[in-house]
């Protein structure tokens, strides 16, 4: 029988799978499902490759699941699926892989503990990413897993990109710029050739907005510069993530204000950003759906940003052949990819108003000297080609 691969991105509160099988030589996603609510009302959802439910189930208020009660229950869950299938192995998307991983790695505990290591530098995501690893590791210790880093894209991009003006030593010690949201960037640039081929050769930003956003310059399809640096803090505003922040801030807030490493941490990651501007929501739709000034305003602050930070990716690259927007408020805010691409009129971006409306996938007018398109992602499909590649299969 043919075998399978199994790709899990464990988050704070969630924990998404998606199951691929191998046939004819190709990767076919099969299932993807999602447990959400992990420590509140846990809740979850399978679906086949049509989007039809498969499998669902709640928990309900009160009994709170965890990262472990989760990881058991998807994993039971896989294996009805496979139905007797070999599982070849299992692709994790893992958030910061340091300056060691330039590319994807099979985990084996010297990894996991390299990884763990920089715990520190995403709080919000590495711990639980490694959660499932580590259990993994121990319950099954045949069971093939490969670790998909957000960095490793970016780690191509030229040195002046990755250095901070800090003393030299830093760097070398790996205080630097790695970026992140490489695995969509990565899957976005493997089939931008599909839609516009003078752009896969080309000069091309792409826009991950989500619930965390960066923007990435790719010059034929490599990340030469990106919004996001040492941390997945920088760069952009996000739902709760202030983004670029003067680093005398910092300093004003600990001397004057008296505030720790753990209270900064706080602000920065969870009060900041969407939520800490408009004092309403860190969901988009939510503020694109309200009336309250704060909420406009924390909107007008997301574009604007965007426009510089794109003005300064189209330095880096010399000038831009295309834009593409991706993720969940790139792929289905409208109203948002128009003030953005408004804001781009200056580098050649016409915006075809219905076109934008209808989704896309193309925006811009025929005319237009730089094209801009909406090209959904799929890091879970990109795990799964890494993971087959280390992997052999
Ligand atoms: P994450 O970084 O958690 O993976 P997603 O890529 O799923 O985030 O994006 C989540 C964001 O996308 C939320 O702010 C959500 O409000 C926004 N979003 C999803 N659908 C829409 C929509 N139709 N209109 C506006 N925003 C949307």
Not at 287 to 310: N, T
Request: hydrophobic residues 45%; glycine residues 12%; proline residues 5%.
């Amino acid at each position: 029988m043919d075998p399978a691969i199994a790709v899990l991105n464990a988050g704070s509160s969630s924990i998404k799978f998606s199951l691929f099988v191998l046939r004819a030589g190709a990767l076919e996603l099969t299932h993807r499902g999602r447990i959400e609510g992990l420590f509140t009302a846990p809740h979850f959802v399978a679906r086949d490759r049509g989007g039809q439910i498969v499998g669902e189930k709640s928990w309900g208020s009160g009994a709170p699941l965890g990262h472990g009660g989760a990881l058991a229950h998807l994993l039971g869950y896989v294996r009805e699926l496979l139905a007797g299938r070999h599982l070849a192995g299992i692709g994790h998307r893992v958030v910061h892989g340091g300056a060691n991983h330039l590319q994807p790695v099979r985990v084996d505990a010297a990894v996991l503990e390299d990884l763990e290591r920089h715990v520190p530098l995403a709080p919000l995501h590495q711990p639980h990413n490694l959660a499932p690893i580590r259990e993994l590791l121990e319950t099954a210790p045949d069971l093939p897993q490969v670790a998909c880093f957000d960095t490793s894209f970016h780690r191509g991009m030229p040195q002046l990109a990755q250095m901070f003006a800090l003393p030299f030593e830093m760097y070398e010690q790996g205080v630097r710029r790695y970026g992140f949201h490489g695995l969509s960037y990565e899957y976005v640039a493997s089939v931008m050739g599909d839609v516009d081929s003078r752009a896969a050769h080309g000069r091309c930003v792409v826009l991950h907005l989500g619930n965390g956003s960066s923007m990435c310059a790719l010059l034929a399809g490599h990340s030469v510069a990106t919004t996001m640096g040492f941390t997945a803090a920088d760069g952009l505003p996000m739902g709760t993530r202030c983004g670029a922040l003067d680093p005398g801030v910092l300093l004003y807030l600990m001397e004057r204000r008296g505030m720790d490493a753990r209270q900064l941490q706080e602000l920065l990651y969870q009060q900041s950003g969407m939520l800490g501007v408009s004092g309403v929501s860190s969901d988009m739709r939510a503020l694109l759906a309200s009336d309250e000034p704060r909420a406009r305003l924390a909107v007008d602050l997301y574009c604007y940003r965007i426009g510089r930070e794109l003005g300064s990716l189209a330095a880096a690259l010399g000038g831009i052949d295309a834009l593409v927007f991706t993720a969940g408020i790139g792929e289905n805010a409208a109203p948002i990819r128009e003030r953005v691409c408004q804001h781009a009129a200056w580098l050649g971006v016409e915006l075809d108003g219905e076109a934008n409306r209808a989704g896309g996938p193309r925006l811009s007018t025929t005319a237009s000297r730089v094209s801009a398109w909406v090209i959904p992602t799929d890091e879970e499909s990109m795990i799964a080609r890494h993971t087959r590649t280390v992997i052999g299969v």
